[in-house]
T-cell receptor, first 111, second 115 residues
């Protein structure tokens, strides 16, 4: 299960606050991804990065921001502009193959 | 863009019986089709995948079949056991010029195996 870590496992925030979710990998993977998972739905791509200092919007990027300053780190910020931020957030990484490997996830609750 | 549909959304089977989950995709250029298993509260785990140059792949009790003409692929679990109970996701992606494209996921199938 090692290789990709996410912290914290559970996160609680008040509405209107920005919050940053951590994702770190020691697999030397070039590509990293952020997904959002809601009950009864599949994984939806928020942002992805195929190389350091470069990233692209996924299908649901509004209200989120990312940075990729280091190969091993890809933090996600959930801003106050995200209308429904409560969800399970999953980070994944891959090398030059299509297989993606997931971190353990962060469950964010905003009240 | 790619659209992946997955059926059924829930599947109840008796222990020992087989389970089949089907997915269809829209982009004929898609050429990689993984299946992930997600237990409650855990991360999705890749359990099997298939590329478009083969029609079937097996790994012990699980198998995946691909019909490129019809643009659908299926997961087959034989001799189901209670530990097979989980949510299963299919996905599809295609190779771009110099990298692999995004994975597009189906909505998931909740599989319940009853003893």
């Amino acid at each position: 299960d090692g290789g990709i870590t996410q912290s914290p496992k559970y996160l609680f925030r008040k509405e209107g606050q920005n919050v940053t979710l951590s994702c770190e990998q020691n697999l030397n993977h070039d590509a990293m991804y952020w997904y959002r998972q809601d009950p009864g739905q599949g994984l939806r791509l928020i942002y992805y990065s195929q190389i350091v200092n470069d990233f692209q919007k996924g299908d649901i990027a509004e209200g989120y921001s990312v940075s990729r300053e280091k190969k091993e780190s890809f933090p996600l910020t959930v801003t106050s502009a995200q209308k429904n931020p409560t969800a399970f957030y999953l980070c994944a990484s891959s090398d030059d193959t299509p297989e993606q490997y997931f971190g353990p996830g962060t469950r964010l609750t905003v009240t | 863009g790619e659209n992946v549909e997955q059926h059924p959304s829930t599947l109840s089977v008796q222990e020992g019986d087989s389970a089949v989950i089907k997915c269809t995709y829209s982009d004929s250029a898609s050429n990689y089709f993984p299946w992930y298993k997600q237990e409650l509260g855990k991360r999705p785990q890749l359990i099997i995948d298939i590329r478009s140059n083969v029609g079937e792949k097996k790994d012990q009790r699980i198998a995946v079949t691909l019909n490129k003409t019809a643009k659908h692929f299926s997961l087959h679990i034989t001799e189901t056991q209670p530990e097979d109970s989980a949510v299963y996701f299919c996905a599809a992606s295609r190779r771009a010029t110099d990298s692999w494209g995004k994975l597009q996921f189906g909505a998931g199938t909740q599989v319940v195996v009853t003893p």
